[in-house]
């Protein structure tokens, strides 16, 4: 039987991970933005773009064309390593940011590279960060 104590942290963790639907670039005036005004970054196969964040939160945008992957779920796959990597390495970025990530069609994503594509991001940001918006 588990404490009070294990199941709290337990929760508040699962809320640190969440990628709720604040934390995500939706409409399409905030893709063109990013897009138009954002710096540009490379890394493990994904391009990225990002821009200050008018919140006080960063959100990330997801583009995964037929390009990168011909198959649906394929395309799908990509989205959730490249979800999942934003999550895990949410709290390592230096200010809050939209982020557009868009995978090269030869990149051969997985979880540990979207991951380590993210950090190597968030340091990139940490030493070149954008113009307030």
């Known amino acids: ?64 064309g037929k390009r990168a992957a011909a198959k649906a779920v394929a395309r799908s796959r990509i989205r959730r390593f490249l979800r999942e990597g934003f999550r895990h390495t949410k709290d390592c970025i230096p200010f809050p940011a939209d982020v557009v990530a868009m995978p090269y069609p030869e990149a051969q994503l997985t979880f540990e590279r979207a991951r380590a594509a993210f950090a190597a991001l968030w340091q990139a940001m940490a030493r070149r960060p954008p113009e307030a918006r």
């Open 1 to 64: 039987m588990s404490s009070g104590a294990e199941s709290t942290e337990k929760g508040r963790e699962r809320r640190r991970l969440r990628f709720g639907r604040r934390e995500r670039l939706t409409a399409r005036r905030e893709f063109q933005f990013v897009m138009a005004a954002g710096r540009q970054f490379s890394a493990f196969g994904i391009r990225f773009r990002y821009v200050r964040s008018p919140f006080p939160w960063s959100r990330l945008g997801l583009t995964v």
